[in-house]
């Protein structure tokens, strides 16, 4: 039988007033009484507005290793994967508990939950979260660290992927725990836990005493009904941790749900089902449940989508839902989830082809991607952007972008990986061959890593971090530390959007799959060991 998870409270109240704010209206915020012209706080992993985007003013060029635009660099005790939250003048973010030797790298399961001083990176108090299931540290998919704490000002939500959830005020005081069991039978990086209205959407198994039964990859052991350890969304009530509903329908791991206005002004979550290695929750497709003040909870759609592989962010407006599958782009209704198109994102395409040695691209138009059934986006970095959804290619080192009126489709070559050497020299790797791998090294030297895939350049086969839009310039960062820059209102899709192409770090010594944040006017990294605070 399902067993509750284990809470524990602390002995004092507090109100909370949930903070998100996303628009179908505006670009970037559907609160008709917020300030647009910049953003103070970034709450979550997804920004104020849920979405990613912000408007503002970042800065566009900087290098960790020239020292150029970089405000401060503080060294972690040990590596993590959580984005960091901005909140005034704290920044907060997970690490794992330090690990010593090679030996302790798969068995880790209790992380560190961490307050900076926003000015300085100095760090002002720590909080520890167990954990029941281990997940490995630097994994490409996810670690224990992966979620991203949120904010409300007030108080802060850590979240340990291995089985637990605190609660703390902003001078580290617990509210409550919560402990569980999560389902193992896959590794996530999706599924970012989101903050309104007094709740907290994540994503956990039905069943945790069950799910104890499952083995990652394997199929179900006898008498275990399938519904009872499939993942579905959970709302958490955010003073107490305890659980106020669960959605019927089912939401697969690897998917992003995101939460948008629907055209009667409702709150609404898009999540989804499919992915590899045969995930439990079917059928497969797309749902949209209401977070409507009198249904919560309930399904307003559910459409099936054979062989769907959403291993994406689930951006949506007040009309249409926009995703990926296979090599083609779909856009949906999004009031009664019916698929209006179904536009093929290798066959007919314009490229920004990279001439080799010559550092210039020429464009060669209508032209068909090789491949018969090529994967065609790098997993979870899609981001709508006016009437674009932009997203880094999987099969070739390339951003692609579609355009949402008349489907055509856009690609544009970079380079691989950026390696900046001290002296302030500059190599651009075009050749896959020639990659540098990135090796994430604890500050004790020991190496994160026994996946040789999170050696790579970070395109392809990884749940990467998300990319962000601030003002008009999306940053993707690169598990290799390769940050690029694009400019959504350049006069063409060529060499002349990329605004720049930044590093985190030394190539080859370099590691994150964090996305950015920003407040202020600045940006904010993080990667294997180190927080970068990032300004002009």
């Known amino acids: 039988m399902w067993s509750p998870p284990t809470i524990r409270l602390v002995a004092f109240a507090f109100c909370f007033i949930g903070s998100v704010c996303t628009d179908t209206h505006n670009a970037y915020c559907d609160n008709p009484h917020a300030d647009h012209s910049h953003a103070d706080n970034w709450p979550q992993a997804s920004g104020p507005n849920a979405n990613w985007k912000v408007p503002g003013k970042a800065p566009i060029h900087w290098s960790v290793v020239e020292d150029k635009n970089i405000q401060w660099r503080v060294s972690l005790p040990e590596g993590g994967q959580s984005t960091v939250t901005v909140w005034e003048d704290k920044a907060f973010l997970t690490t794992h508990k330090p690990i010593h030797s090679a030996a302790e790298i798969d068995l880790s399961t209790d992380i560190v939950g961490y307050c900076l001083d926003l000015d300085s990176g100095k760090i002002q108090w720590t909080v520890e979260l167990p954990g029941a299931v281990a997940v490995g540290t ?4 996810s670690d224990a660290t992966v979620f991203a704490p ?8 850590f979240f340990n992927r291995s089985g637990s959830i605190g609660c703390y005020d902003m001078q580290g005081h617990q ?30 198994v039905l069943d945790k005493e069950a799910a104890t039964k499952l083995k990652r990859h394997a199929g179900l052991p006898e008498n275990v ?12 009530d955010a003073a107490t941790g305890k659980v106020r509903w669960v959605e019927p329908i089912g939401t697969v791991i690897h998917n992003t749900p995101m939460i948008g206005r629907r055209s009667n002004g409702d709150w609404a979550v898009l999540h989804a089902r499919g992915g590899p290695h045969k995930p439990l929750e079917t059928p497969y497709g797309f749902s949209l449940t209401s977070l409507a003040s009198g249904d919560p909870g309930t399904t307003i759609w559910s459409t099936e989508i054979p062989n769907l592989n959403p291993m994406l962010n689930n951006h949506w407006d007040s009309k249409h839902a926009y995703a990926f599958t296979g090599e083609y782009h779909l856009i949906l209704d999004v009031n009664t989830g019916q698929v209006l198109s179904r536009q093929s994102l290798r066959k007919n395409v314009d490229l920004w082809s990279h001439v080799a040695d010559s550092g210039s691209r020429k464009l060669q138009r209508g032209v068909d991607l090789p491949g018969k059934k090529p994967r065609l986006n790098t997993y979870h970095t899609n981001i709508v952007v006016g009437d674009w959804h932009y997203f880094l290619a999987h099969d070739r080192n390339a951003i692609g972008r579609v355009n949402l009126q008349t489907s055509k489709v856009e ?17 651009e790797i075009w050749d896959g061959r020639e ?23 970070g395109w392809g086969h990884v749940s990467a971090a998300s990319p962000i839009l601030v003002g008009n310039y999306l940053y993707f960062p690169m598990m290799s530390g390769t940050v690029y820059v694009i400019d959504t209102q350049a006069a063409e899709f060529s060499e002349k959007a990329i605004a720049a192409i ?5 190539a080859g ?21 180190e927080v970068i605070c990032i300004g002009d």
Do not use: M
């Open 150 to 157: 949120v904010t409300d000002g007030k108080h802060v939500w």
């Open 502 to 506: 930044n590093d985190l770090g030394p």
């Open 138 to 141: 630097a994994g490409v998919f």
């Open 435 to 457: 990659i540098i791998p990135s090796i994430p090294v604890n500050v004790r030297g020991i190496s994160l890593v026994k996946d040789k895939r999170s050696t790579g350049s």
């Open 225 to 236: 009904d399938p519904k009872s350890v499939w993942t579905y969304l959970h709302s958490l």
């Open 411 to 427: 690609y544009l070559d970079l380079p691989y990986q950026l390696s900046v050497t001290y002296d302030g020299s500059r190599t």
């Open 175 to 204: 509210a409550w725990l919560r402990e569980y069991t999560p389902r193992n039978r896959h590794t996530n990086r999706q599924c970012e836990p989101i903050l309104i209205d007094g709740q907290i959407l994540v994503v956990e």
């Open 509 to 529: 010594k370099t590691w994150t799959l964090s996305s950015l944040s920003y407040a202020n006017q600045r940006l904010y990294a993080r990667t294997a060991n």
